[in-house]
Every structure is written in C-alpha cells, then in structure tokens.
C-alpha cells in the first residue's frame, strides 16, 4: 500500500480489518508473494540502486535482499514446493522471466527474445509457469514448462491481457484483460478455452489473486487518481466486496497459505 510518500508491505485480515505495516523503508516495496509455509514474504524493493527481489518472515523481520541486479528485478512468486522463486527482470538488457533457488542462488533465465515477458505464476503442481508476453505485438498470457520449454500462447486478443494467476486446483488461470478502456479480471480454461469476464465496474481492476480454497479471488481497482483498493470476490465474480479503505492506495493483494 501507498498510505505515505512511498509504497510498503502490510498485511490484514481477510475482513479488511486493521492493516500492520510490515516494511518501513524509505523506498518502494511492492508485489508481496507468501511462501507456501507462510512463515516468509518475498517482495520488490528499490532500495535506492533499481528494484531487486528481497525476502523477510511473515512479521517483517529479518529482511534478506536475494537479487543484487544489474537490471531493475520485479513480481517474485513461489513455487509450490517453495523450494524457487520466479520474477521478471531486465538484468540481461530485455525483460526476461528468470528463476532462482529461494535463497537467491541459482538464478537461471527461461526467456529469451527481444520482447517483454512479465509477471510469471507457477502451476498448483509446480510443472508449468504462466506468463505475459507482447511477443505478438499485444501483450497475451502464455505458459511453458518450468524449465522454460514449450511454450504455449492461450490468448490472442487484439487488446492487453496481463497479470496471469493460476487457481490452486490447477484447472483454471485467472488474468486481466483490457477491454473498452478499462483492465477487469477474466478467467480461463489452462488451454485458453471458455473465457469469462468476472468484473465489468468503472476503472481498473488489477492484479487477481485467489484465495488458497479456490472459493474467491482478491484484486485491486483503481477508480480514481488518487485511491486505489483491495476487493475480494467469489471465483465465478458474485459478491464483491471492498476490504481496504483509503486514503492513499492499496494494490497488489496476496493471500496467506491459511
């Protein structure tokens, strides 16, 4: 959230009560990802020299940068096992997907091409990574292997769909997709079949995250400059409901493995 002159990591019960601010840095920290044990957040940080990928325990202590760039380093998520961590970086000059050990070591790039592949999620099972490319001009999700092999193109819009986050069943990944103006969340098949819409309000909606049961999927909108919020919502896009107030915005939602 962005409640002062830069952005931090909080955390707060899923009823929107009050938020605990777990990083207090003069600079930005954003994207937060809970480990599967949930004893760990990772998260981007720019701590005055580009963003790399950081680490710290669920109560903000003990804070580990595990990515030194060059290259600005962004949106870590974990693998299912826990065992790596995924997220997009410029260090080798184009925006790549890249993979590393938790502990930092390892780093390995599974992209490759002169476009902009972002925000990578893992699979339930930890075999595929989705992603989002303008290797086709708009940018699509895609999935390929863990290992960076055979990748697949699940949309083909002429229009931007970003943000991919598989559902923890493995059978469907969610995304956002941009259509008359505005981004709203959409979900899908894992082989780019039977696409609905879930949000169609005013704004943007960002960012889909699902609960660890499947039953609901939390998002950011952006309905005005100045205020942004955190809503959840049932996985099927019935019963949305508000959960972070302002003032200032609160994006980017992640739930704990509990």
């Known amino acids: 959230g962005r409640r002062n002159d830069n952005w931090s990591i909080y955390v707060m019960d899923v009823d929107g009560g009050i938020a605990q601010q777990l990083t207090h840095d003069p600079g930005d920290d954003w994207a937060p990802a809970w480990s599967p044990d949930g004893t760990r957040i990772a998260f981007m940080a720019d701590r005055g020299h580009g963003f790399d990928i950081y680490i710290m325990d669920a109560d903000g202590r003990n804070t580990r940068q595990l990515t030194h760039g060059p290259g600005n380093d962004w949106l870590p998520t974990w693998s299912p096992d826990g065992a790596r961590i995924s997220f997009a970086s410029t260090r080798d000059a184009e925006r790549d997907i890249y993979v590393m050990n938790a502990h930092g070591g390892n780093i390995q790039r599974l992209t490759d091409g002169s476009v902009s592949n972002w925000s990578p999620t893992w699979s339930s099972d930890g075999t595929r990574i989705a992603f989002a490319s303008d290797r086709d001009g708009d940018f699509n ?26 559902s923890p069943d493995g059978s469907r990944i969610a995304f956002m997709k941009h259509h008359a103006g505005d981004f709203h969340i959409c979900v899908m098949n894992t082989d780019g079949g ?15 995250a699902w609960a660890p049961d499947g039953s609901q999927i939390a998002f950011s909108r952006i309905q005005t400059t100045t205020d942004s919020n955190i809503y959840v919502m049932d996985a099927n ?10 003032p200032g915005k609160h994006q980017h939602p992640a739930w704990s493995p509990d």
């Not at 039977?194 to 889909?208: E, F, H, I, K």
């Not at 896009?237 to 302002?246: D, F, K, M, P, W």
Request: charged share 15%.
């Open 237 to 246: 896009g019935e019963n949305v409901q508000q959960l972070a107030t302002g």
């Open 194 to 208: 039977n696409v609905q819409q879930l949000t169609s309000a005013a704004g943007d909606d960002l960012c889909p």
């Open 141 to 166: 999700i895609y999935i390929m292997d863990a290992d960076g092999r055979n990748v697949r193109q699940l949309t083909g819009d002429p229009v931007h769909n970003w943000s991919p986050a598989w």
